[in-house]
Nanobody, 128 residues
Framework: QEQLVESGGGLVQAGGSLRLSCAAS????????MGWFRQAPGKEREFVAA???????????VYADSVKDRFTISRDNAKNTVYLQMNSLKFEDAAVYYC??????????????????WGQGTQVTVSS
């Protein structure tokens, strides 16, 4: 059974940092593109960042404009884990963060429908 499990969420002050992790199990996701999405209360789920696997594209990444230069996505294929380092957090970054996986042949995708596997999410709360 393929499974993605997020961790690392919590309460952080505005301007602070958090690192989210997404541990994959049940299959090897090293050849999958991995993405992070988030959903705030009353809003639709939105794309945050994605990273392709290291073989074809050298681990190419793409980010939403709202997080570019503040967030960094990375992966450790040996640990079957993808990370999202979040710096300079803002109030509007507060949301439930989800990781997702899609076969790499699809390329880096911003759309939710492209992703086949999803985690249950981890809450990020930003306080003043």
């Amino acid at each position: 059974q393929e499974q993605l499990v997020e961790s690392g969420g919590g309460l952080v002050q505005a301007g602070g940092s958090l690192r989210l992790s997404c541990a994959a199990s049940g299959r090897t996701f090293s050849t999958y593109a991995m993405g992070w999405f988030r959903q705030a209360p009353g809003k639709e789920r939105e794309f945050v960042a994605a990273i392709n696997w290291s073989g074809w594209s050298g681990g190419r990444t793409v980010y939403a404009d709202s997080v570019k230069d503040r967030f960094t996505i990375s992966r450790d294929n040996a640990k079957n884990t993808v990370y999202l380092q979040m710096n300079s957090l803002k109030f509007e970054d507060a949301a439930v963060y989800y990781c997702a996986a899609t076969p790499s042949w699809r390329g880096l995708q911003r759309g939710m429908n492209a992703y086949e596997y999803w985690g249950q999410g981890t809450q990020v709360t930003v306080s003043s």
